[in-house]
């Protein structure tokens, strides 16, 4: 059973306004953590954000931001004033309560447009 | 503080070859994972290790790849013999208790296999 589902195979958002890519998950785990990893053309894995699901407040770095809604088992990016830099895959991931396995979803691929 | 270290970062063999790849995890991670990363199978995880012990290794494709962990800071992955289907990009991931077992990632090492 998949247990990370990006629906977003590709967005597009203008130079500095905002972008939200979509990322639910299954479990039933009570423990578990999600995590945001950015992947340029260059092909490196950068780590950006991360949430527990016993975490009260939504998780900020910087200009990222996970909107956490653990009831509807979403755990949404938020990239506030986009880059041009920004453009790369973004993949949302899952840790389960071993804390050993970690579930990736297929991607989003975001263009930022000047 | 370095980041996880894999070389090489390119590889283009024959078919047949063997080819071994090779990961130095952060200091003090104590979780080490290999992953494979292709355009139809997105990313995969091969196997993981804790404290140099190999604990699940179900995700490696079959006999032909072996990995080990002779000591806390280094790891190999071998391929013997190399098939074209082995064309991939290979990541080490290593991790740590804190900030919920975040995985960070090497820079990956782009295996082609003619």
């Known amino acids: 059973a998949q247990k990370i589902t990006q629906t977003q195979p590709g967005m597009f958002v203008q130079e500095k306004e905002a972008v939200t890519l979509d990322c639910t998950y299954d479990?039933?785990?009570?423990?578990?953590?999600l995590f945001w990893y950015k992947q340029p053309s260059s092909g490196e894995m950068i780590f950006l954000i991360y949430?527990?699901?016993?975490?009260?407040q939504n998780a900020t770095e910087g200009r990222y931001s996970l909107n956490f809604q653990k009831a509807r088992k979403s755990a949404n990016l938020v990239i506030s004033a986009s880059q041009l830099g920004d453009s790369a895959m973004y993949f949302c991931a899952m840790r389960d309560d071993t804390g050993n396995q970690f579930y990736f979803g297929t991607g989003t691929s975001l263009t930022v447009i000047p | 503080d370095a980041g996880v270290i894999q070389s090489p970062r390119h590889e283009v063999t024959e078919m047949g070859q063997e080819v071994t790849l090779r990961c130095k995890p952060i200091?003090?991670?104590?979780?080490l994972f290999w992953y494979r990363q292709t355009m139809m199978r997105g990313l995969e995880l091969l196997i993981y290790f804790n404290n140099n012990v190999p604990i699940d290794d179900s995700g490696m494709p079959e006999d032909r790849f072996s990995a080990k962990m002779p000591n806390a800071s280094f790891s190999t992955l071998k391929i013997q013999p190399s098939e074209p289907r082995d064309s991939a990009v290979y990541f080490c991931?290593?991790?740590?208790?804190?900030?919920?077992?975040?995985?960070?990632f090497g820079p990956g090492t782009r295996l082609t296999v003619l």
């Open positions: 479990t039933s785990d009570p423990s578990y953590g």
């Open positions: 949430q527990g699901s016993y975490d009260q």
């Open positions: 200091s003090g991670h104590d979780y």
């Open positions: 991931a290593s991790s740590f208790l804190l900030q919920g077992r975040t995985q960070y």
